[in-house]
């Protein structure tokens, strides 16, 4: 036996004689000497040798059955074992304890005028115990059919676990990919007119990139807000520069935004949306984004007017994928309304702390 075994049995051992000794002991209708002895040696020291028997079935006999499932092997395995236990508890009565075992009053010889003790024989103990042992059985099967449920349970949650990480991974992947994509086509529109803004617009992209990879996978961790605010400004101005006209966006992040953290790289795809399939060019219909939030909300606005080129993509597989990935991260705490009418497109994205 390994060390999680031996700890596996004095567990059971502990709550197996507390069970046995604090009902039988709550029960007890006289608090005397000779009861609490009668406890202790009826409960106490017999109720030990029942655990054997009990961890027997416990730990060889039920998982050998459930892993065949032969009633005649079982039958086989537990018969000796009921047999041997039950003759040793009654050789233990017998001999040493009689009185208090198997003692059950006595009787007047009327020939001799004597009195004669009368002790339960071998046959009716062994009868009597027999039900004992069934009950140990049974007890043996539903312990070990509990702690199987509860190992399954937690293996099954683990796998949910994992599932919903890599899935989660997954998307923020796309997701990362997709910005990539679009903001190396921004550079590139600036390098191929030459434009001297283009260091800039490379130097910005690094800071984005590199934030990027600082993120960790897992679905539980959150960025501070301050940070995520930042990574959304190096982004417009990324796209600023492209456009060459700041006027185009218009971006409003309240100043005092609770001490919060959010999803990493959560509400770039909205702004990246409203760039790809929105007019930025246009001070008249600017994209308007806006940053607000308390203790118990955070709301982000992100309207735009549609751009005639991409009136049928709106929307993409970018949203698609915040989607899952908010239903995976803020299950029952997010709120996600999208406004999309024939000349703009907005979407009003509510995360509840």
Partial sequence: MNRKDISGFFILLLLFMAIVLGINLFT????????????????????????FQFYI??????????????????????????AAFNSFKYLLASGVFPKIMLYQGYRYDLGSKRRIELFTTFGAYFTNALWTSLVLLAAAFAVHLFLHWLREDKRRALLQQQQVKA?????????????????????????????????????????????????????????????????????????QLRTGIKEGIQADFAGTLPDKQIAPMLLVPFVENAFKHGVTNHPAHPVTIVLAGDEQMLSFVVSNKKSIFNKDKTGGIGLENVRKRLQLIY????????TDTEATYQCHLKIYW
């Fill in 167 to 239: 899935e989660s991974g997954f998307l923020k992947m796309q997701l990362n990919s997709h910005f990539l994509i679009n903001s190396l086509n921004s550079i590139y529109s600036l390098a191929i007119t030459g434009s001297p803004e283009v260091v800039q617009a490379n130097n910005t992209l690094v800071h984005l990139l590199s934030y990027m990879l600082d993120q960790p996978d897992d679905i539980d961790f959150r960025s501070p807000i301050r940070d995520e605010i930042q990574y959304l400004q190096d982004f417009i101005s990324l796209q």
């Fill in 57 to 82: 079935f416990f730990r060889w006999i039920v998982p050998s059955f459930l892993h065949s499932r032969n009633w005649q092997l079982l039958l086989l395995r537990v018969f000796p074992v009921v």
């Fill in 28 to 51: 007890l209708s006289v608090y005397s000497r000779e009861s609490l002895i009668s406890l202790a040696i009826r409960d106490g020291l017999f109720g030990l040798v029942n655990f």
């Fill in 331 to 338: 299950p029952q705490k997010h709120d996600l309304q999208i």
